[in-house]
């Protein structure tokens, strides 16, 4: 995969902490977040499975969409994460290529 905007989401496991981000590297950014290099809320609840991610083609577009997935409710990202993502598996073997 290539450096692109892309917004994601990352878990503990299914129906746990969520937390949506915002990268221009996408694998770089898990590869960080699996090895507890991103510091906060990601490290402190050990947020590391990629459950959602979309690709932008602008990083202005990836920054509103990460914006409106903030103020989503919780149960609105959960289903637009099993749109996706039914079992909640871990995507981080499929972006790496």
Do not use: C
Request: hydrophobic share 35%.
């Amino acid at each position: 995969m290539t450096k692109q905007p892309a917004i994601y989401m990352v878990t503990n496991r299914p129906y746990g902490s969520l937390y949506v981000g915002v990268t221009s590297d996408l694998v770089k950014r898990i590869w960080q977040h699996r090895n507890r290099q991103a510091d906060g809320f990601t490290k402190r609840y050990n947020l590391h499975h990629l459950v959602y991610y979309e690709l932008h083609e602008e990083m202005s577009t990836a920054i509103l969409r990460e914006k409106q997935l903030k103020n989503w409710r919780r149960q609105w990202k959960i289903e637009l994460i099993e749109e996706m993502n039914p079992g909640w598996t871990d995507l981080w073997e499929s972006i790496l290529g």
